[in-house]
Structures are given as C-alpha cells and as structure tokens.
C-alpha cells in the first residue's frame, strides 16, 4: 500500500490506462469502471485540501494521539484522484496546498505504526 | 401482482434498556403486530429479521420464543437499511404469491460508545481512518460549502426533530432544544455537535404484511446500493473521483420508488427519512425530490417540514430523538408512517395523510425507500 524509504514514504496507487483513472489503494480492478488492466503506479505527494474536520475522540482500534485531522485531499494530476487521509498542520482548510508525510502512531502494543499523513 | 397491505405494526420503545436482551424487544414488537393483524405466530408463512448486530439466528430466537418456528427465518443484514431489506424481501414474497401472511421484524441490542464495525479493515482503524463521526461531518461540511447552507441550519433540523420526539413515547429523548443549545453542544467533529448526531441504541419493530388493497399498503420499495466514485458515499472509500454526476443510492430507490408506487414528490404528504445527523437529513430532502438541491434553507424557513407544515419530515422525532437501533430503524419509520395513515397517531397526527414515504441509508452503502398510501 505504501512503500517507505528512510522518512519518505509513497502511496502506492493503481492505474488503468483503459479508463484512465487512478486509486489507491491499488486494486484488481479499477474501483470506477471495473476495467481490469490496472497497473500500478507511484501516486503524487502533493495535493490540495478539500474538506477537513477534526477527531476529538479515539475511535475503537486507534491507539494514536487526539485530536487529529481527518480530511479528502485531491491529489495532482489528471483527472483527480480525492483520498481520506490524515491531516496536519496550521493552516489545514479547503484549498490549502498539503505534503505526503511519514506519520508513526503506536499500534494497540504501543509499538509504532507507519501511516501517512499530508502536511500544510 | 398481489398487493401487499400492512395489517398489523407494533414497536419496542427506542432508547437503553439494561437487563433486555434484543431477542426480548424483537418478542414484545412481534407479539404486539401479530396481535395487532388478529394472529399468532404460528400463523405466518415466513419471517424476515433485520439486524445488524443480533448474531446468528436472530430471528430464530424471537420466533422460536413464541412458537412460531418450522417457517423459513431469513435474517437480513444491509446496514442501517436493515429493515428496509427485510421488508423489500417480504413484500416481494407476497406480492409474488408465494406467501400469503408474513412477518417482517428489526432489533438491535447497539454497542455502548462509538460504533466498532467489522466494515473497516484493522489497519484502517490502527491509522485513525474509521471515526464514523469525521465521515459523517466531512459531507456535512460539503454540504455548507456546495449550498451556503450554514451551522444554523443544521441546528434547526434537530430542533424540528427534537421537538416532535417529544410527543413519542417510544423515542429515546422526549425533551426539545433550541437552536443556541445544539450549536453550545460538545462538539464531535465540526460542524456536527452532540446533538445534531443520533445515537446508536437499542429497541424493536415489527410488521405483519398480508395480501389485499385494504388499508395501508406498501405501494413502492426499493433497495439500492452506491455507484461508485463518491469518495464521501456511506460506502466509505478511501479514494473517489469528481463526482458531481454520480446518482446517490437515495437517488436510485426513490427514483424506483416513486415509479412504482405512481407517485412524485409533491404528492407526498408525510416522510421520515435517515437522520444520522442533521446534514444527512438536509440531503435527503434533496435527494428524495422535496427540493431542489440547496433549496432546504427555504424549507426550513417557511415551515413546510415542520408539522402543520406542506410535507411534514420525521414527526416521530427521526433518529436523532429515537436513537438508531440499526436492525429497528427502517421499519420504526415504516410503523410510523403506517400509523399517520390510519390517522392513530396521538398529538403529531399529519392530518388527511395518504401517501407517506420512509428513507433510510447507511454503510454498504445501502438505501432503502418505502412509499406506503391508503
């Protein structure tokens, strides 16, 4: 789902050059049309903010710190490709310009987890 | 065709009720539509159980509590359109005339707390991407944005259905609020506030369905589920893609609803539809054609959902003064709107009602509605 490379980390997407639409994460099957020649492609590590909401209260499973961002970013390139994803910094709102990031957040453990996060 | 007539409702109230299991609501709600339609259960052909959380044979457990066992027992599960599936199956089972009395039933015995639902994988719950509530307040922010609706508005919805709740004594709050109340609520996930989401909880319904025109019969039914692509569908993808012209899972059962109930918006006389939260009502009043999209403010401004109102929506308080019991739900809505067509209800009654129409949506995505006239 994710490739990680010292403290850089890439979202690992699918792209079906039939449909011309990309996801993540990469799947059998394009999500949207059902073409099935989905390659797998390196996704942009930039983006803009769409939505964004804040999550007070840990949900069941999420040993992680609260709060935190919760929002859709629509990636680069075309056409969009708009993910949920975590979200962090000061100036998070509708189209701000955020940053693929690695993000540890401890697992139920308390070991530490790699997922990601966009910056501002 | 046969028609499908609803002969007998009965309801287990909404709320927290410590010391009942589910199989003993789903046994009061089912006792009360059988006695309802003049039967026992040993007298209907099958049963159809939503749950969502009631585990293996459900439905078993509440027939086989009143003798009722030896029929097919289907339970049905479809997320928060649970009941709505359930019901599709036993109307179709009439209306095709394989049967001639069925039972129709809901319960749900909800987990305390925020929802743990076996819907997200554990690496989408360990990264924090499962708060139902964020997803819930991501589409409400949309929604403000796409429409200029605003904080107020939403806050006016759970005043409305607050204030008909209190006339419900099955709902789980029975006290109103104003509107500088539920924006001073603890806020969840902005914009939504405690009060403007619904709380998962506990409690039954139940329907006897027979063939005939007499009465109230179910006119239109539809279950859908989402097309893909909307990155804030109740399907909750991780990805999406523009999707200004995707048709919502609403959207495609009213559209067949209506059709085949021969019916439009406008002849509507009454509604219950999902409120989950107050932006997810706002929605459905567009989607199920009461307005055009971004028109709600306009609604709300003139009465016209209120009771006494043109098209009154959730004069049993909706979720968010029931609570939502998730098997239970969709035909909570559908006991409601049946008794606003007899004309039986006390004190929220629609008066002269003939045509009503119930709404439900949730995870799969699934979406169920139900246009019941007399």
């Known amino acids: 789902m994710v490739r990680i490379d010292g403290d850089r980390i890439t979202l690992l997407g699918g792209w079906s050059p039939s449909s ?101 | 065709m046969t028609d499908v007539r609803i002969t007998g ?34 007298q209907v052909q099958a049963a159809f159980c939503g749950t969502a959380y009631g585990g293996v044979a459900a439905g078993h457990r509440v027939l086989g509590a009143l003798a009722g066992t030896g029929i097919p027992i289907v339970d049905v599960e479809a997320g928060c359109a649970s009941g709505g599936a359930a019901l599709q199956l036993g109307a179709a089972s009439i209306a095709s005339g394989q049967y001639d009395r ?25 990264g924090g991407l499962s708060p139902a509530p964020a997803y819930f307040a991501l589409r409400a922010q949309r929604l403000l944005l796409d429409t200029g609706l605003t904080r107020e508005h939403l806050a006016q919805v759970v005043v409305k259905n607050r204030r008909n709740g209190v006339d419900n004594p099955d709902a789980m709050f029975q006290k109103a609020v104003t509107v500088d109340e ?21 409690g039954a319904a139940a329907l006897v369905l027979e063939g005939g025109a007499e009465g109230v019969t179910v006119a239109g039914i539809s279950l859908r589920s989402h097309l893909p692509g909307n990155v804030l569908g109740e399907d909750s993808p991780l990805c999406g893609i523009e999707d200004a012209d995707i048709t919502s899972p609403t959207e495609l059962a009213a559209t067949d609803a209506y059709r085949q109930a021969g019916v439009g918006p406008t002849e509507v006389d009454v509604v219950e539809c ?71 209800v006390k004190d929220r009654q629609v008066d002269g009602a003939r045509v009503g129409l119930s ?16």
């Not at chain 2, 995870?363 to 169920?368: D, E, F, K, M, S």
């Open chain 1, 20 to 120: 011309g639409y990309r996801h993540f994460p990469r799947a059998v099957v394009c999500p949207f049309t059902g073409a099935d020649d989905v390659e797998a492609v390196d996704l942009p590590g930039e983006g803009t903010v769409l939505l964004h909401t804040e999550v007070l209260l840990a949900p069941p499973g999420y040993f992680g710190p609260v709060p935190y961002g919760l929002g859709v970013v629509e990636l680069e390139g075309a056409p969009p490709l708009r993910i949920v994803t975590r979200l962090q910094g000061d100036d998070i709102r509708p189209g701000a310009r955020v940053a693929l990031a690695l993000e540890e957040v401890p697992d139920a453990d308390g070991n530490p987890l790699a997922t990601w996060t966009f910056r501002s």
């Open chain 2, 9 to 42: 409702v009965g309801m287990h109230p909404f709320g927290r009720f410590d010391g009942l299991t589910g199989t003993d609501m789903g046994v009061v709600a089912v006792r009360s539509a059988l006695d309802e339609a003049g039967l026992n259960a040993r």
């Open chain 2, 102 to 126: 069925v039972l129709v039933f809901g319960l749900e015995k909800m987990p305390k707390g925020v929802i743990r639902s076996s819907f997200f994988a554990p690496w989408q719950e360990a």
């Open chain 2, 182 to 202: 539920v924006l001073a609520a603890r806020m969840i996930c902005d914009p939504l506030t405690l009060f403007m989401l619904c709380s998962p909880n506990e």
């Open chain 2, 274 to 344: 999902q409120d989950t939260d107050s932006g997810r009502e706002l929605l459905a009043w567009a989607e199920l054609g009461l307005c055009a999209a971004g028109d709600q403010d306009r609604l709300l401004a003139d009465g016209s959902t209120l009771l006494g109102g043109r098209i009154p929506v959730n004069p049993s308080g909706g979720l968010l003064s029931k609570g939502e019991p998730l098997g239970a739900s969709a035909l909570g809505q559908v006991v409601e709107i049946t008794r606003q067509l007899r004309g039986t």
């Open chain 2, 359 to 374: 709404h439900v949506i949730g995870r799969g995505a699934n979406a169920c509605v139900t246009i019941l006239t007399r």
